[in-house]
Every structure is written in C-alpha cells, then in structure tokens.
C-alpha cells in the first residue's frame, strides 16, 4: 500500500503561440503560464505555486520591455482564483524547473504541502516583435503578497577572464566548450561539425511533430550545419540552427500532490506519475574545470537519478537531454556512454533549437511530455535532464506510473565529491608558449582563445588570427597566437 504522503503528478498543462498563428493574440508570460496552469490544476486548490523565472528578470542587466509582474506567481495564482499559501520564484538557470519538481515533491513528503504548482513561461518573440510598436501591449502586473524570492543565483557563472574578452553569453561559452571536445577527439571542424548536424536533425523531426513546438519544419544534418543567410553564424561553429532558439512564447505547469490530496481530487491513478529519482548537482566554475569538454556533475547527477529509481540507462522507454547547443547533449552521452543515435532518441519535444528554448523554463515543457508518454505506456519509465547556465548545473527526474515511495535523494555527498578534484591554476598575465585548448569566433570579432602554458595553467587570450586555431596552435606547433 503506498503512504499517503507520497508525491505524484497529477496535472500538466502547455501553452504557445506563433506570430504567424491565426488566433495569435500577444499573450503575456502570466497569461502563457496561466493557460498551462489551468490545464494542470482543473478542481484542486494550490497550497504552494513555484515559478521559473523569466529571462527579462534572471540577471541585474536584464529588462522588461512591455512591463513585467511584480510578483509573476501569485499574478498567476491571482488569475487562477488560487490563494495558495507559500510563493516561490526560482533562480535563474534551466536546471530550475527540475529542480523544483523535485523540491515540491519533498515538500508534500515531509507534510508541508498537499499540493504544489510549479509553471513558467516566456514571452520572448512577442516582447521582440512588439517592443517598439505604437500599440504595444502592456505587460505591467502589479499583484501583490508574500513571495520567496531566491534571486539571479549568478554566483562563479561571470568569470572576469572571459568578461575582459566580452564573452559571457551562452552561444559563446557553449561554442568554447564544443571546440574543446573537437579537440579531445581530434576531429577537423568539417567532421565536428557532421556530428552536430548527425546529432540534431532527429530533434527536428521530433518538433515537426509537437504542437507546441515553434519551428515545425524537419531539417536534414547537412541544413543545419550549412550557413545561409537565414543559418548564419552565431559563434563558431554554431551556426543558428544549432542554438537555443530563444523567440518563442510557451508557457507549461506540472501539478503535484500527495496520493491522499490525488485520491480526494478523483484523479484516478493511472494518471498519477512517479518521481522514482532525481539529483540536483553543481559544476566547477568554468576556467577551473579540467576538461572543458566534460560535464561530470550532469553524468553524476544522472547515474545517481537512475540508482534511486533501481534502473539502468538500458530501462528508459524515453530520455530528454537539454539542448540548448550539441554540447550539452554530446558532455552527457559521452560521460554516460549512451550513443549519440540511440534509437529511442534524446528529446521528446524537439529540442531547444527547434521546439524552443523558453528562457529557464525548457525542461518544464520535457517534463510535460515526458509524463504524457509515461501515462501512454503504464510502468515504463522516462529521464529528464535539465541544465543551466554554462553546463554549470544539472537536475534530474525519472518519472513512471509505476508506484514507487518517496526517496530523498543523496546529491550533498556526490557534490562534495565533485568539488574536490582539484582546480585548474589560471594565470592573468601572458606566459610564453601555450596550446590552445580551445577558442571561439563571433562574426567580425577576434577570436577568443583559452590556452595552457606548458606548466598546465590555463590562461584567456584573444587574437584577429584567421584559421583553425586548434590545428595552428596544437601541441605540435605550441605558437601562441597573437594578442
Ligand atoms: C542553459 C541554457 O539554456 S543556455 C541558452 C540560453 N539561450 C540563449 O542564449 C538564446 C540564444 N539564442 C539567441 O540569442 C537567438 O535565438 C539567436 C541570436 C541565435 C537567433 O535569434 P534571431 O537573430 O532573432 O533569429 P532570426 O531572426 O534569424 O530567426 C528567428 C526565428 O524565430 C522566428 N521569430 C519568432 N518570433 C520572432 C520575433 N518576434 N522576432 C524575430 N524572429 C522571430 C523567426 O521567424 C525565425 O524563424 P525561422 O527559423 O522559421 O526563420
């Protein structure tokens, strides 16, 4: 008999709209967020709703174009007609929807709730779309009352060194992360970027099939790695189709309860969907990482998710890596040893290049999908897993209708594992002969490059040098490059 207590799904909802869309009406973040919410909660009171917070609020130089919620969920409880007791408002990153699943689920667990909201949303093609229109929309909400507000949540994800070069956006990070795995299997940037294309374009066919997805058009390998105008290069070697596509507007919720709330509520339980793992862990800040290509709190975070629900990687029916760019899913399957083609695919939504890359709230929308298919196929069993900032933190589910208890999970010991290896020395001023360890390239700027000394310390450099700086600058030919 499972305990009452237990935690389970019992409600998801999505919502999106596209400019091009016949009943497009310039929905809101609260508004996007409260027509998911409402598909989730149906009849059941809120004790606690937690939101994801939008990107127009995720860092102290973001803004709000159209105006924004003072307090975005109790605006959408307030549209809703819930007064739940507790607000929260996450931290910036998209590890965060994950992350608060599995914080809910604790919640109704140790009895401090019997049910709990989490929803998100993004409004971000319309924000761009309307900005500067004469009759823009106002998107000011001024609902008010307690909210726990964990603030950006931005520690160690600036370093000065790569601020001093202007590289502190994810295109251009990621970018360095992919030319760092480049290097570490010796493959020409042609042939790199062959597995980027081989890798993605069954996320696009995914997506071609996914309501809520906002590009719907399936695209070849060759396409996506092709630069055209419209698949121009963002930061080498990602061309756009290979980037979070952040103009979308969606908006998604997951209610959950406890078994006695659910069994109250009527929802019978085949609809209920089980938390059987989940992790939530740390990387080291960026230039102290000893492998700039590797993500060992992602593959922790995922082995630690999977022992708990007592499966392997053999017992997924459906996976759903984040994707904001290749590396994200390549650091994961590489640490893992999960093929890159495995048959039963990487998404279950297309991706953030093509389904869409809603700000911190993509992995709600995997969720989603993941316990849609999960009630399809009783007993088999889903992984999520969700990232943020630059691969800097990683949360995972494991989701199933088969009934399993509560398990807290033990992601305080692994950490305190992971932080242990040791930092990579960095070194602020110009050493002599170095070998590039990677770099990227943005459109008309130098290129920035992360190099080793011949001791092993890291250093930041930036060069007009054309080329491929990994060939040029190998541990063959240890020539720095020009600053
Ligand atoms: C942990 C993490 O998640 S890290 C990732 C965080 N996310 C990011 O950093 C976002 C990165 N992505 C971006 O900045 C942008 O998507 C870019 C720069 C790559 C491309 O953006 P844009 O220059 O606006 O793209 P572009 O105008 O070429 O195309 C946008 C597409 O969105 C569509 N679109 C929808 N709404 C709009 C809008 N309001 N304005 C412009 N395009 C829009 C366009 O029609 C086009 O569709 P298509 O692919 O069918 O042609």
Known sequence: MIDDRTPVIIGVGEASERPAD???RAMSPVDLATTAAAAAVGAAAVDVIAAVRQFEISTPWSHAPLGRAENFPRAVAARLGQAPRRAILEVTGGQAPQRLVTEMAGEIAAGRADTALVCGAEAISTVARLARAGDRPDFTDRTRGQIEDRGYGLDGLAPPQLAA?????PPGQYALFEHARRARLGLSHADYA???G???????RVAAGHPHAAARTV?????LITETPSNRMIADPYPRCLVSRDKVNQGAAVLLASVAAARRLRIPPDRWVYLHGHADLRERDVLDRPDLSAYPAAVAAVRHALDLAGIGLDGLATIDLYSCFPIAVFAVCDGLGLPADDPRGLTVTGGLPFFGGPGNDYALHAIVE???RARRAPGTFGLVGANGGFLS???VGVYSTAPAPWRADDSAAIQARLDAVPAVPVCESRPGPMTVETYTRKPGQDAVVIARTEDGRRFVTSTPEEGDLLVAHSR???RPPAA
């Open 194 to 196: 062959v597995t980027m």
């Open 22 to 24: 016949p009943d497009y």
């Open 476 to 478: 063959d030919s240890p």
């Open 198 to 204: 081989a890798l993605f374009a069954p996320f696009s």
């Open 370 to 372: 993941t316990v849609r």
């Open 393 to 395: 933190k990683y949360s």
């Open 165 to 169: 070069h202007g590289l502190l956006d």
């Open 219 to 223: 695209r070849t390998a060759a396409e």
